[in-house]
Nanobody, 130 residues
Framework: QVLLVESGGGLVQPGGSLRLSCAAS????????IGWFRQAPGEEREGVSC????????YYADFVKGRFTISRDNAKGTVYLQMSSLKLEDTAVYYC???????????????????????WGQGTQVTVSS
């Protein structure tokens, strides 16, 4: 069975940090571009970041640039999203997803809609609140 599992979500105060992890079961993440997406209540899903599996190229949405860092540890088959300087508006369910395509070189945020991703995790809740 193919599964993606996110972990690391939780409740954090504004300005705080969290690190999300994405691991796979049933296949290796090492062969896929991994993307992070989020969806807040009543909002559409939005692309947050991605990292490809060839040269490590990355993409960040403007609203997280300078605050979030995506990385991958192929030895562990895990992709991380380090989130710092968290804001109230970062509150959402965060999903990781795997794609055989590589959209990370595309700077147009409208193209980071998740349609190219084949496998999805169940999501992890991130709540930023004082």
């Amino acid at each position: 069975q193919v599964l993606l599992v996110e972990s690391g979500g939780g409740l954090v105060q504004p300005g705080g940090s969290l690190r999300l992890s994405c691991a796979a079961s049933g296949f290796s993440l090492n062969y896929y571009t991994i993307g992070w997406f989020r969806q807040a209540p009543g909002e559409e899903r939005e692309g947050v970041s991605c990292i490809n599996n060839s040269d490590g190229s990355t993409y960040y949405a403007d609203f997280v640039k300078g605050r979030f860092t995506i990385s991958r540890d192929n030895a562990k088959g895990t992709v991380y999203l380090q989130m710092s300087s968290l804001k109230l508006e970062d509150t959402a369910v965060y999903y990781c997803a795997a794609s055989l395509f590589d959209p990370c070189g595309d700077s147009d945020s409208s193209n980071h809609n998740g349609l190219e991703y084949k496998y999805w995790g169940q999501g992890t809740q991130v709540t930023v609140s004082s």
